[in-house]
């Protein structure tokens, strides 16, 4: 994938790639794994009679030009498999980054630190469990929100975090070391499908809140209203106070344009010049440095993650706080929930790396409640696992999902100095799509670079002239969250024809937008569509493209224990499970459509309002 050229060095000659990446394939989980595996299994046999790993390198270069030239679907999504690992490989190889002029330094101008957030305390589990009034399963928006309110209700609170505790001072350095330590399933969890859709979620204390990019917005009102109508949730449309303390409290703030970036000030011109509606970007993350490392952890904690803000302060409140352990069951007696079994984990790596040898048993009773906040893919396993939530638990997938829209620039953009999400463009709301102005570091982002061998190579080198904009969909379109036979999460989705036409209508607004500031040309992602040019632009509009040509990404899962009646969803008004006392979920998975923009602010307010309700029921 990566030959040599012109200063970048040549991939496994000079250097490594293939073993950090087998060393985080060793993190994820058996189903992903053997699907990778397949993959590659397939890709080296495609050259039929041949075997690619063993042609000259002319000959490998040749092939996968082909590959990408070629009609097949399945060429495609293979091809774009090995870009995806190849790039993540070598686009954090110091010798590229220096090559390439990606600087990242996530420190303040004077060198100095904001002061440190309160402790979280002894986060290691003791012995084999205790006890309290409130056990919550997951620290992140959801869960570390509901620890807060709750402790500080009075409350006798325990969270268990199934990823281990980090913070500024241990982030590791590498960045695919960070990427194990704290993702899922190395952050290669995916959604089967045609497309097959990546969907990284956080496994860490703090949750996906860590990895994120601070992108702070309210659920639109239209939104809130349906939820009200059709699913009764009388108490949505009275969020705003929820949002504003929480806004505060996150010490969230507009950002200036002068100091966003170029890739989000190329957005603000494009807008304007077509006239289309949209803002800078509210962030949770005021002293924020512009270093566009969010994914990979803030250094300087500008950025107020749930371990950070609402954890210091659930622990402040007497909570107590658990990494490494991951609740298996929830333990039922006489119809009420008394708490989950689980087990620990040792050491900073994933589960699947230290192997199950090492884990023991933990169990927590809780006196008064169990809350479930593992975020739209844990909290629906967990249930499933427990054989709780009925027919409708991890159904109703939605994901939002997004296409990465990229354009050449004459001018330089360094899109690495500036946040990875600043400007966005809601023209098109009526027709679903949010447009954000989405700078995604090289080693996520290369992959979606155009061409294979010296051509990617070329592409990466001129990425600083590379600027982006994120397509994203409020999906009608939805998947399911289900349990193998093993035992492993499978997570499917499948995109309708309706929604791939209006993301393709997304894709061709970003295009306009990328052109009218100044963009010379663009990527559209779909490899029959090739390279846009304006001119060519009016013929991508008239074709037709199946989803499975679509290659998007998605960071919002959300909906799998939904508020709806108990046909259609798995909790009540008060996150309360159907069908059993005591058990609630507060997270993502209770939203009952798709929110539409960026899901972190709703989840937060929905927690505050589920515990805050959980809360006072305890002293009625
Ligand atoms: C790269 C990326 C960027 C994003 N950027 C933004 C953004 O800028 N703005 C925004 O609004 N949203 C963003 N999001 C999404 C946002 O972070 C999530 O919607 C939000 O964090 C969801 O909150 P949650 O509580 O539902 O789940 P999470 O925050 O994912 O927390 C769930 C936690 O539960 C733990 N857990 C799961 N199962 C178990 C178990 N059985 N036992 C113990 N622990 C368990 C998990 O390890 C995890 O830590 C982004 C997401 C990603 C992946
Ligand atoms: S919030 Fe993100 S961009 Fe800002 S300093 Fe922290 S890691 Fe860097």
């Known amino acids: 994938m990566a030959p040599e050229l012109d200063g970048l060095p040549a991939a496994e000659r000079d250097v490594d790639v293939s073993g950090p990446v087998a060393e985080l394939l060793g993190s994820v989980s058996p189903r992903i794994l053997r699907r990778i595996r397949l993959g590659l299994?397939?890709?080296?046999?495609?050259?039929?009679?041949?075997?690619?790993?063993?042609?000259?390198?002319?000959?490998?270069?040749?092939?996968?030009?082909?590959?990408?030239?070629?009609?097949?679907?399945?060429?495609?999504?293979?091809?774009?498999?090995?870009?995806?690992?190849?790039?993540?490989?070598?686009?954090?190889?110091?010798?590229?980054?220096?090559?390439?002029?990606?600087?990242?330094?996530?420190?303040?101008?004077?060198?100095?630190?904001?002061?440190?957030?309160?402790p979280l305390g002894d986060t290691e589990p003791d012995g084999e469990g205790e006890?309290?009034?409130?056990?919550?399963?997951?620290?992140?928006?959801?869960?570390?929100?509901?620890?807060?309110?709750?402790?500080?209700?009075?409350?006798?609170?325990?969270?268990?975090?199934a990823g281990q505790s980090f913070n500024r001072e241990?982030?590791?350095?590498?960045?695919?070391?960070?990427?194990?330590?704290?993702y899922r399933d190395g952050g290669l969890t995916i959604a089967e499908g045609r497309p097959q859709i990546p969907i990284p979620v956080g496994r860490t204390v703090g949750g996906t809140t860590v990895v994120n990019s601070g992108t702070c917005f309210r659920a639109p009102r239209p939104v809130l209203e349906d939820w009200r109508d059709r699913f009764g949730i009388d108490w949505a449309q009275g969020l705003d106070p929820a949002f504003a303390e929480a806004e505060e409290f996150l010490k969230v703030t507009r950002l200036d344009p002068e100091r966003m970036g170029r890739n989000g000030q190329l957005a603000?011109?494009?807008a304007?010049?077509?006239?289309?509606?949209?803002?800078?970007?509210?962030?949770?993350?005021?002293?924020?440095?512009?270093?566009?490392?969010?994914?990979?952890?803030?250094?300087?904690?500008?950025?107020?993650?749930?371990?950070?803000?609402?954890?210091?302060?659930?622990?402040?409140?007497?909570?107590?706080?658990?990494?490494?352990?991951?609740?298996?069951q929830i333990v039922i007696e006489n119809g009420h929930a008394q708490g989950?079994?689980?087990?620990?984990?040792?050491?900073?790596?994933?589960?699947?790396?230290?192997?199950?040898?090492?884990?023991?048993?933990?169990?927590?009773?809780?006196?008064?409640?169990?809350?479930?906040?593992?975020?739209?893919?844990?909290?629906?396993?967990?249930?499933?696992?427990?054989?709780?939530g009925g027919r409708q638990a991890g159904r109703n997938l939605h994901i939002h999902p997004a296409c990465w829209v990229g354009a050449r620039y004459e001018e330089e953009v360094r899109g690495w100095d500036g946040v990875m999400q600043s400007y966005y463009i809601d023209q098109w709301e009526q027709q679903r799509l949010l447009l954000e102005?989405?700078?995604?570091?090289?080693?996520?982002?290369?992959?979606?670079?155009?061409?294979?061998?010296?051509?990617?190579?070329?592409?990466?080198?001129?990425?600083?002239?590379?600027?982006?904009?994120?397509?994203?969909?409020?999906?009608?379109?939805?998947?399911?969250?289900?349990?193998?036979?093993?035992?492993?999460?499978?997570?499917?989705?499948?995109?309708?024809?309706?929604?791939?036409?209006?993301?393709?209508?997304?894709?061709?607004?970003?295009?306009?937008?990328?052109?009218?500031?100044?963009?010379?040309?663009?990527?559209p992602n779909i490899a029959r569509a090739g390279t846009l040019t304006p001119r060519k632009l009016a013929d991508f509009e008239a074709e037709s493209f199946k989803p499975s040509e679509l290659r998007l990404e998605a960071f919002h899962p959300m909906g799998t224990a939904r508020i709806a009646p108990e046909a259609e969803g798995v909790c009540a008004p008060d996150g309360s499970v159907h069908g059993t006392s005591d058990l609630y979920v507060a997270d993502a998975s209770l939203f009952p459509t798709s929110v539409g923009v960026n899901p972190m602010m709703t989840v937060i307010a929905f927690s505050q309002q589920i515990a805050g309700e959980l809360a006072q029921k305890r002293d009625g």
Not at 342 to 355: C, N
Request: net charge neutral.
């Open 131 to 161: 006890e309290c009034d409130v056990v919550i399963v997951g620290s992140g928006a959801g869960g570390a929100v509901a620890a807060a309110t709750l402790a500080e209700a009075g409350l006798d609170v325990i969270v268990l975090e």
């Open 170 to 182: 241990n982030y590791p350095d590498d960045p695919l070391e960070a990427i194990t330590a704290l």
């Open 437 to 523: 102005a989405t700078f995604t570091p090289l080693a996520f982002g290369g992959a979606w670079l155009q061409g294979t061998g010296r051509e990617h190579q070329q592409a990466m080198l001129d990425f600083g002239h590379v600027g982006s904009i994120g397509v994203h969909l409020s999906d009608e379109s939805q998947g399911r969250i289900r349990l193998t036979n093993d035992g492993s999460l499978r997570a499917s989705y499948k995109l309708t024809k309706e929604d791939a036409d209006r993301l393709t209508y997304g894709i061709a607004r970003a295009a306009e937008i990328h052109f009218a500031a100044g963009a010379t040309e663009v990527y």
């Open 268 to 270: 603000i011109e494009g």
């Open 272 to 328: 304007a010049a077509l006239g289309a509606s949209g803002g800078p970007i509210s962030r949770n993350a005021g002293n924020c440095v512009q270093c566009s490392s969010c994914p990979l952890g803030c250094e300087i904690d500008a950025k107020r993650g749930m371990h950070v803000s609402y954890l210091p302060r659930a622990i402040a409140a007497g909570a107590r706080l658990r990494s490494g352990v991951e609740a298996r």
């Open 340 to 388: 989950v079994r689980g087990y620990t984990v040792d050491g900073t790596q994933s589960r699947h790396i230290d192997g199950f040898e090492s884990r023991r048993p933990y169990v927590v009773r809780a006196r008064v409640a169990t809350v479930v906040a593992g975020g739209a893919l844990g909290t629906p396993e967990l249930l499933l696992r427990s054989g709780l």
């Open 41 to 118: 299994r397939a890709f080296e046999l495609l050259p039929f009679p041949w075997r690619f790993s063993r042609l000259r390198l002319s000959a490998r270069e040749d092939f996968l030009r082909r590959m990408e030239g070629s009609r097949l679907g399945i060429h495609h999504e293979l091809l774009l498999m090995g870009k995806v690992f190849a790039t993540l490989g070598y686009a954090v190889v110091p010798e590229v980054e220096r090559r390439i002029g990606v600087e990242v330094s996530c420190r303040l101008a004077d060198g100095s630190r904001p002061a440190p957030s309160g």
